[in-house]
Structures are given as C-alpha cells and as structure tokens.
C-alpha cells in the first residue's frame, strides 16, 4: 500500500514569491494533516481536514497560508507571499478515523526561503 | 511552558543498556498518547500508542500515568537502529501536540 506522498520534497524560493505544496493521502483516510517542523521542534499543526471540510485551522496564519482539499482527498497547502521565517519542513499526515488516531506523514517538503 | 514537555537529551547509552523517557502534558482533556519515533531528516514514524494500562511491543514498553499526566516509553536491551529522536504526542478531541522530542544515541 502507498503511502503518503508529498510533492515537491525540497524548494527554494526568494522572499515574498508564492509557494504551494501537495500531498496525496493514503487510500481511504478521511483525515488530513498538514504541519510544519522546524530543527529541533516537533510538528506543529497548522490544519486539519476531515474528508473536504477544515476542522481545525486555529493555527493556520491565515494573512499569508491557505489550504485546500476539495475533493475530500489530495491536498495544496499555499504560502502567499513567504517569508524568510517560513523555512521549515512542511509535512503531510493522514489517519483512517477522526480525531485521536493514529497518523502516517509523508517524507515532508523542505521549504528555504532566502 | 509547553503542552507537551519532553527532556530534549541526548541520551547516549552503550548497547544492550536500557533506556526510559518520560513525557509530561499539560492538558488534562489529553485522551490518546502515541510515540513516534524521527531519523534525522526523515519523517516521524509511528512507534506505539500509549494504553491506560500499558502496553508492551518487543523491547519497547509504554505507560500512562494520568494522575501525573506523564507517559513514559521504556527501551531494553537498545540496539544501534534505535538511534533516533523520539517524540511524544498528546491528543484530545480538538488539539494534538508534540513534544519537541528526546534525542537517543546508542554507542557500541
């Protein structure tokens, strides 16, 4: 079985410009996740989907961070414009049932802004 | 102070030791605990839910202590591929935390 798979695994951007990360959940998971870790931290949860509908988006910084699943399966999470504290490992979760389940990440997108 | 407290280490132990974290939340609503395990550069990995009553899997053991709202992961006999960060989770119905992950090196 496949599993999650995040795309692209590394990008460099200049200040300011438009980025978008996508992951693909595995196979009949309902529930989403998208995080962000920087070096040393844990995840941080930015979004979390069930099915097409955001159930927890309090820590998305909604000025600059958008997401999107809208067929309740694969997933764009955007960042518009990035900033230089943005750099960070953006990584994509998915778990069968809601809630307090276990998660499976994808190998993350390494995001440099310079 | 953090949702989730974890001794960031390193743990360096030689191989064939014996090894336990602990992880402590802050919120009490907190209903399911798992630990994961992280490579460097990697993504984290699930290692084991964290049962009321403890659980067992090979060499790796779990508890909760609700009470003192800490749970603790315990490793016997540690091998060189247990090297890794190993971070705790803490999950209620609206929130999921990480800890900010325990740092393990074996040494031969």
């Known amino acids: 079985e496949a599993g999650v798979v995040q795309s692209p695994r590394y990008k460099i951007i200049e200040k300011k410009q438009p980025v978008a990360f996508w992951c693909n959940p595995i196979s009949g998971h309902n529930t989403l996740y998208w995080y962000l870790q920087n070096l040393g931290q844990g995840p941080e949860l930015l979004i979390r989907?069930?099915?097409?509908?955001?159930?927890?988006d309090s820590q998305l910084p909604k000025d600059r961070f958008s997401a999107e699943r809208l067929k309740g399966v694969d997933s764009t999470l955007k960042i518009q414009p990035a900033e230089l504290g943005d750099s960070a490992v953006y990584l994509c979760?998915?778990?069968?049932?809601?809630?307090?389940?276990?998660?499976?990440f994808g190998p993350g997108t390494r995001l440099t802004v310079t | 102070r953090k949702e989730v407290e974890q001794d960031p280490g390193p743990f360096n132990v030689p191989e064939g030791a014996t090894v336990a974290f602990n992880c402590t939340y802050s919120n009490s609503a907190s209903q399911s605990f798992f630990w994961y395990r992280q490579d460097c550069r990697k993504e984290p990995k699930l290692l084991m839910s964290?049962?009321?009553s403890g659980n067992e899997d090979g060499r790796f053991t779990a508890q909760l202590n609700r009470a003192s709202q800490y749970i603790s992961l315990l490793i016997r006999d540690s091998k060189l591929s247990d090297s890794a960060t190993y971070l705790c989770?803490?999950?209620?119905?609206?929130?999921?935390?990480f800890g900010s992950g325990t740092r393990l090196s074996i040494r031969p």
């Open positions: 979760a998915s778990s069968s049932h809601p809630g307090t389940t276990e998660q499976y």
């Open positions: 964290v049962y009321s």
């Open positions: 989907y069930e099915n097409e509908e955001a159930v927890d």
């Open positions: 989770v803490a999950s209620s119905a609206s929130k999921i935390i």
